[in-house]
C-alpha cells in the first residue's frame, strides 16, 4: 500500500469503539483506585512503624514506595479526566489520549493539581534519605515540599468538590459517591497538612514540633485515602464526577 494512503488508516485505527473505550475507563478507574488504596495503606505503616521507633531509613522506604502508587494513580486520574465522555455518553470513534490540556475544566485542573502534588511529594519523600540536615536543610528539603504537597491535594479537592456541585464555594453534594470519596480524600489532606506541620524543625534544635501528631496525622490521613481508593473501587467510572464539564 502506498504510504500516502496508509497515514489515514493509521489515524482510524487509534479509534475506539464505545464497548472499547469502557473498558478502559473502567480499567483506569480500578487501577487509580488500586494505587491510592495500595499508596495510603503503605503510608499507614510508614506511620505506624515511625511511631514505634522503627529505623528512619526503612520508614523512609515504606513511604517511597507509597509514593510511586500515589503517582501512578495520580495521573490515571488525569487519564480519567481527559478520556472522559461528555454528559456520560459514550463517542463512537473516539480516539484515547494519554494527555491534554484542559485549564478551563474543573474536573482535568483538579487532577493535574493531584498529580503534580504527588510529585511535590515524591521530592520530599525522596529528600528524607539524606542524612545529618542541619534544621535549616531540613525544612528547606522536606517540609517545604510537604507543605506544598499538601496545598497542592486540598486545592485539587476543592476543586474536584466544585466540579460536582456545580459552584465554588457551596460544594455540599452528599447524594453522590464520587463526591464522598473527594470529602474523604479532603479529610485525609488535612491530616497530612496537620502532620506536615508538626514536623516542622525549629531552627534552635534538632527537633519537630510534634513527632507523635506527625506520625499519627499522617497514619490517621493515609487511612483516609485508603478507605477513599477502597470507595472508588465501586464508583461508576461514568458516574456524576467523570462527565465533561
Not at 156 to 182: N, P, Q
Request: charged residues 15%; proline residues 4%.
Amino acid at each position: 500500500m502506498p504510504a500516502s494512503e496508509s497515514a489515514p488508516t493509521q489515524r482510524l485505527s487509534s479509534r475506539l469503539s464505545s464497548p472499547e473505550l469502557a473498558r478502559r475507563l473502567r480499567l483506569a478507574n480500578a487501577v487509580a483506585a488500586t494505587a491510592f488504596l495500595v499508596g495510603g495503606s503503605l503510608f499507614a505503616i510508614g506511620a505506624a512503624l515511625a511511631q514505634a521507633g522503627v529505623s528512619t531509613t526503612a520508614c523512609a522506604t515504606v513511604y517511597l514506595a507509597g509514593g510511586v502508587f500515589f503517582s501512578t494513580g495520580g495521573y490515571i486520574s488525569v487519564l480519567q479526566v481527559v478520556n472522559e465522555p461528555s454528559g456520560g455518553n459514550l463517542e463512537e470513534g473516539k480516539a484515547w489520549r494519554w494527555g491534554s490540556r484542559e485549564p478551563q475544566r474543573l474536573q482535568w485542573l483538579s487532577a493535574a493539581i493531584l498529580f503534580a502534588g504527588t510529585l511535590v511529594f515524591a521530592i520530599n519523600l525522596v529528600d528524607s534519605f539524606i542524612a545529618e540536615l542541619s534544621p535549616a536543610a531540613f525544612d528547606r528539603l522536606v517540609w517545604s515540599p510537604d507543605m506544598v504537597g499538601c496545598a497542592l491535594f486540598l486545592i485539587s479537592g476543592h476543586l474536584a468538590m466544585a466540579g460536582i456541585a456545580g459552584r465554588f464555594w457551596r460544594v455540599w453534594h452528599c447524594r453522590d459517591l464520587g463526591w464522598w470519596i473527594i470529602a474523604v480524600n479532603q479529610l485525609g489532606s488535612i491530616l497530612f497538612l496537620v502532620s506536615a506541620v508538626a514536623t516542622f524543625v525549629r531552627p534552635s534544635s534538632v527537633d519537630s514540633l510534634s513527632t507523635g501528631i506527625a506520625n499519627w496525622g499522617t497514619l490517621t490521613g493515609a487511612l483516609c485515602f485508603a478507605a477513599a481508593g477502597l470507595m472508588q473501587e465501586f464508583e461508576h467510572p461514568l458516574g456524576p464526577r467523570r462527565r465533561r464539564d
